[in-house]
Structures are given as structure tokens and as C-alpha cells.
């Protein structure tokens, strides 16, 4: 407990008050350099400039279909995120954001009624919550109230990591969606990196091994988590680079979706063909599933049992059309990587 609330210390002090902006960042692992997706941009025009100066995130995690859902951010800092999401989600939906930082949990707060307005709601559909991620319950998240999860570069800055994906395992609904961006790291990471106060407020200190959070997730029942994209972080401060020796990061963009009793650890063929019909915002000619699942509308594609219940007993169902069942099955289902033959449309930016 001593060591976790060290970190938190830490994180406090390093986004409420060593960085002013997201300029004052040393390196680019909490800064997403990725184009904006088009649909978003007007949205953004509408969020107050305090509220994107002092944001910080390695990616854009804000999958489609969000209208009327009940979206949660961690760690939703000054609320850029949890405002987009709001404006997507519609004044149907619900949009609740935590942090553990005073300072940028009072700018999401001091702005929500404005950007409400701004969205042409009637009141807030927001909720900005001053709490730890690890402890969703103090915050007043219940079980089974979520609909989609999302986080930008803040859970490696968790210092127990399995509390807070087994939290987010709790609160999700039956068939909901994690979504999130963050920084991985291709090894195990020393005491002393990972005790580094500006190396954990960069976002490296705290960075996932991928295969230390593969079996983490399989342990809470998450069986199969996908990659939607990735791109190399480098660091170029020389001093930090030094402390950080051999080991190289790259930011994920990551997806997984809460079906235990229909995801195997395996993907497996029953012969299944998903199409997908169109229709999502910002990917009118083609859905990204993930790394090597690309949809294009009305091109039917031979899918595993896996990635045909994620887009059928999701709320991405509405979209798609599976043709088959489970009823017959022909074994371990070859999951290479498809081509692709059109780019989506930007609409899940990923970086």
C-alpha cells in the first residue's frame, strides 16, 4: 500500500504541477502525434482551449457506436476524451471520468455545463469524478453499469494493475468493450526504471510488458485481446533514453470485449462469414476490427468463432451479419493477417 500510494504521489505532483502543458512533456509517449479523425474535429472546435492545453494521451481511444451508451474514462484528466465521447454518446448517454488529479479533475468539472451547452444538450451528460482507478467502487461506478471502458495513456501509470482491470472486468456490462491507447514495453522493466519519478510521469516507467498483460488478462477471463494498431515511441532525451538502456516501447491501441462464455483462448473455424453492412460514423466504407480484421461494407469475409461473436453479440450486431453458427467446427482457424485492398475511414484514429 506504501509503494502504491508513492506512485500516486508521484503522478499527482508530475500532471498537477511539473507539467503546465502538454508541451512541457520530455518525451512524445504521452502525446499522441496522430491526425485527428475528421468527425471529431468539430467537436474539438467546441472544447475550451484550458481543456486541451493540458492534455495528455498516446492515442485516440474512442471506438464507434457510442450513441446512448454508458461510457467510462480513467483517468479522463482534464476531459477532452470524456467530452468527445459525450458529443458522440449523445444527450441519451452518459459519460463518467476519473482521476485521481485534483488540479485537472477541476478544469473538466469548471467546464462541463459550457461544453454542454456547446453540444446543444439541455444539461450535462458528464460526470468528473476525483478517484483512483484501482478503486472504482469508491468512485461509485456499480457492477454491470458500463457499456464501453476507454483510457488514454494511463493505466501503465497504475501502480497495481491487476486491481484495475479487475475493476474494469466488474463494472462493465455483459458483452461491453474495453478500448484504450497506452504504452508497452518489450520486456520487463528494472526496479529502477520503474521507481523513476519522471520515467513513471513519461509514461515508460510504468509501461506493460505485452506478455505480462496477455496472461493478466487471460487470468481475469479475457481470452482473446486485440491490437487495432501500434506505432514505436522514441526517446530522444538522451538521459532518459540512457536509464532506459535496451528496452523499446511502442503505444498500442487495444480492444477487447467482455464474452466470456463465447471467446476461446483459440481462434477456431466453424465455417462462419461476417459482412459488414456499414453504417458506423467515420467508417462508412470499411470497420476496423483490429490489426488484421478489416471489414470492407458488404465484402463478406471468413471470420473464427471469436471475431464472429465480437461483432455480432456486441452492440457492433446492429452493423454486421454473420452467416453460421457454432453448430459445426472445423478446427484451429489460421488467423493471418488480411489485405487490404481499402483504407477505413478515420473514424477509430489510431496511433
Known amino acids: 500500500m506504501e509503494a502504491t500510494a508513492t506512485v500516486h504521489d508521484q503522478v499527482r505532483t508530475y500532471y498537477g504541477e511539473t507539467l503546465t502543458t502538454s508541451a512541457d512533456l520530455k518525451t512524445s509517449a504521452c502525446c499522441s502525434e496522430e491526425s485527428v479523425p475528421d468527425h471529431h474535429k468539430p467537436i474539438l472546435s467546441l472544447l475550451p482551449d484550458e481543456v486541451l492545453r493540458t492534455f495528455y494521451g498516446c492515442g485516440s481511444p474512442l471506438p464507434p457506436a457510442l450513441d446512448g451508451c454508458t461510457v467510462l474514462d480513467l483517468g479522463c484528466g482534464t476531459g477532452r476524451d470524456a467530452f468527445v465521447?459525450?458529443?458522440?454518446?449523445?444527450?441519451?448517454?452518459?459519460?463518467?471520468?476519473?482521476?485521481?488529479?485534483?488540479?485537472?479533475?477541476?478544469v473538466a468539472q469548471r467546464h462541463e455545463a459550457a461544453v454542454a451547452e456547446s453540444l446543444g444538450f439541455s444539461a450535462p451528460t458528464t460526470s468528473f469524478r476525483l478517484g483512483t482507478i484501482e478503486d472504482l467502487a469508491a468512485a461509485g461506478i456499480e457492477d454491470a453499469s458500463v457499456d464501453v471502458v476507454i483510457s488514454n495513456c494511463v493505466l501503465n501509470l497504475a501502480p497495481d494493475k491487476e486491481a484495475v482491470f479487475r475493476e474494469i472486468t466488474r463494472v462493465l456490462k455483459p458483452g461491453g468493450e474495453l478500448y484504450f491507447s497506452d504504452v508497452f514495453a518489450d520486456r520487463r522493466l528494472s526496479a529502477e526504471v520503474q521507481?523513476?519519478?519522471?520515467?513513471?510521469?513519461?509514461?515508460?516507467?510504468?509501461?506493460?510488458?505485452?506478455?505480462?498483460?496477455?496472461?493478466?488478462?487471460?487470468?481475469?477471463?479475457?481470452?482473446?485481446?486485440?491490437?487495432?494498431?501500434?506505432?514505436?515511441?522514441?526517446?530522444?532525451?538522451?538521459?532518459?533514453?540512457?536509464?532506459?538502456?535496451n528496452a523499446s516501447f511502442t503505444s498500442r491501441t487495444i480492444r477487447a470485449f467482455k464474452l466470456p462464455d463465447l471467446i476461446e483462448d483459440r481462434c477456431e473455424d466453424y465455417g462462419q462469414v461476417a459482412?459488414?453492412?456499414?453504417?458506423?460514423?467515420?467508417?462508412?466504407?470499411?470497420?476496423?476490427?483490429?490489426?488484421?480484421?478489416?471489414?470492407?461494407?458488404?465484402?463478406?469475409?471468413?471470420?473464427?468463432?471469436?471475431?464472429?461473436a465480437m461483432v455480432q453479440a456486441t452492440r457492433y450486431g446492429a452493423y454486421f451479419e454473420v452467416i453460421g453458427d457454432r453448430s459445426t467446427h472445423f478446427g484451429l482457424f489460421d488467423c493471418e493477417p488480411a489485405p487490404e485492398s481499402v483504407e477505413a475511414d478515420r473514424g477509430t484514429g489510431c496511433c
Open 85 to 106: 465521447a459525450a458529443a458522440l454518446a449523445g444527450p441519451a448517454g452518459r459519460v463518467i471520468g476519473v482521476d485521481m488529479t485534483e488540479a485537472q479533475i477541476e
Open 195 to 245: 521507481g523513476d519519478p519522471v520515467l513513471v510521469g513519461e509514461c515508460l516507467g510504468g509501461a506493460m510488458y505485452g506478455e505480462d498483460f496477455r496472461r493478466l488478462m487471460a487470468r481475469l477471463g479475457w481470452a482473446d485481446v486485440r491490437t487495432v494498431s501500434q506505432r514505436p515511441i522514441v526517446v530522444e532525451d538522451a538521459a532518459l533514453a540512457d536509464k532506459l538502456g
Open 275 to 308: 459482412i459488414y453492412r456499414g453504417g458506423l460514423v467515420g467508417q462508412r466504407h470499411a470497420f476496423r476490427l483490429d490489426d488484421h480484421h478489416l471489414f470492407e461494407k458488404d465484402r463478406p469475409m471468413l471470420v473464427c468463432g471469436n471475431s464472429a
